[in-house]
């Protein structure tokens, strides 16, 4: 853990200090920030604060935990999430997923621009299906049925008809 480990800057002192306002309510009850241990290091970490009445006055009540190891997974997803963006951009890649309990396919930005899609980042089915073009609606709707039935993969190369009027195969 870090107990006895801190030495905070003033700054963060000063942010400790806002926080516990208005008579001893939370205005920001959490606050991550780096930190600087007694050895000079620094690490990312979170402070919880609460207030408590102790022996009869308004007393704070802290907790700081270590998470240096999530901002660095945390930084490394942003980064691997922008090289994914990118990569789908120079191959016009689309990435969608339907969450079949909820019937919602959700898809990239990427795959909105592509498709003029709109604004929203998610479809029932049936919207999806009306974009389809007719003469592929049925054999997309028994290769997506099989997929489900027989627990294969789903594969099927089909048209879509833009807002615009224009054709674009998937």
């Known amino acids: 853990g870090l107990e006895g480990e801190i030495r905070a800057a003033p700054l963060q002192m000063a942010q400790v200090a806002a926080a516990v306002a208005n008579d001893g309510r939370l205005m920001k009850p959490r606050l991550t920030d780096r930190i600087v241990r007694k050895d000079g290091r620094e690490c990312w970490a979170e402070m919880s604060l609460s207030t408590i009445v102790y022996r009869g006055k308004l007393a704070g009540l802290g907790t700081v935990f270590d998470v240096t190891e999530r901002k660095q997974h945390e930084h490394a997803l942003r980064a691997s999430e922008e090289r ?12 969608w997923d339907w969450d079949i309990l909820t019937d919602r396919l959700t898809y990239s930005g990427h795959a909105r621009e592509l498709l003029q899609l709109g604004d929203a980042d998610s479809a029932s089915l049936r919207e999806f299906f009306s974009l389809v073009h007719p ?17 294969r993969d789903y594969f099927v190369e089909h048209r879509l008809v833009l807002s615009n009027g224009q054709t674009r195969w998937l």
């Open 84 to 95: 994914l963006l990118l990569a789908q951009q120079a191959g016009d890649i689309i990435v």
């Open 135 to 151: 003469q592929d609606l049925p054999r997309l709707q028994n290769a997506l049925k099989a997929a489900i039935d027989e627990d």
